[in-house]
């Protein structure tokens, strides 16, 4: 598998910039409500504050978004995108202490929203709770686990959000392992389907780039490809 940092850059890359797609394909309730004509703010710095000194795990894929409701409220979107292909024990806890923190600086409502690309069905942590004598407390967030689409190919295959390529991208990566080949025809595979769905010029430029990160190959089999892309593009 690639390293982390590839998985951070191809993730924060294309949530920054096809974000609207980003919502509309994981969250569409979450997008439905948002009023895009309002505009929204990345706010990398306030996270960064956030993470510095985070005591609980290191920092992964993401992102922290200001939007503005339908209903003219101001929410902070807290995405986190777990690229680990392995269980964390106190991921819950993290995504619990993120929150608060953010909350507990800023005083706005912070909405945590959790995408987990790691091969394991059964893991599924979206649930944090505290309870002792009368004391209760708990959390719950969304959580989107890629490998549920693995019996949803043929939708992946049609829409045209261009995260239903990044989807793809995941599944072929886990199904290849290392098997370098099935890496090159999974490569090639989303390459086509992209230029078949007719994206624009940014949207065609980001998926690129996610697959370039995301899927890598020997020297060989990336020549061989940059070769099969020239023409592809021709």
């Known amino acids: 598998m690639p390293k982390s940092s590839n998985y951070d850059s191809a993730w924060k890359d294309m949530i920054e910039n096809l974000f609207e797609d980003f919502l509309l394909f994981f969250f569409p309730d979450v997008y439905a409500d948002v ?19 985070n005591r609980i795990g290191k920092r992964y894929a993401d992102e922290l978004v200001k939007v503005f409701l339908k209903d003219g409220s101001e929410k902070w979107l807290l995405i986190h995108v777990e ?3 392995y269980k964390e ?8 202490v993120y929150n608060y923190r953010i909350f507990d600086k800023y ?13 394991d069905l059964k893991y599924r942590p979206n649930h944090y709770s505290i309870e002792r004598w009368n004391f209760k407390f708990s959390i719950d967030f969304p959580l ?58 940014k949207a065609i430029e980001e998926i690129l780039m996610f697959i370039d990160w995301v899927i890598q190959l020997p020297e060989d089999l990336e020549i061989k490809f940059d070769e099969e892309l020239t023409h592809l593009k021709g």
């Open 83 to 85: 690229v680990q292909g």
């Open 35 to 53: 009023d895009f004509s309002k505009g929204y703010e990345f706010l990398s710095n306030e996270l960064r504050k956030i993470v510095k000194d």
């Open 107 to 119: 005083k706005k409502d912070v909405i945590s929203l959790v995408i987990l690309t790691d091969p």
């Open 89 to 96: 024990d106190n991921f819950e806890e993290r995504i619990f």
């Open 144 to 201: 989107i686990k890629i490998l549920d689409y693995k019996d949803r190919i043929e939708e992946l295959e049609e829409s045209k959000n261009p995260f239903a390529i990044t989807v793809l991208a995941h599944l072929k990566l886990i199904d290849a392992k290392k098997d370098n080949t099935k890496k090159f025809d999974a490569k090639l595979y989303l390459i086509k389907s992209m230029f078949k769905k007719g994206f624009n010029k």
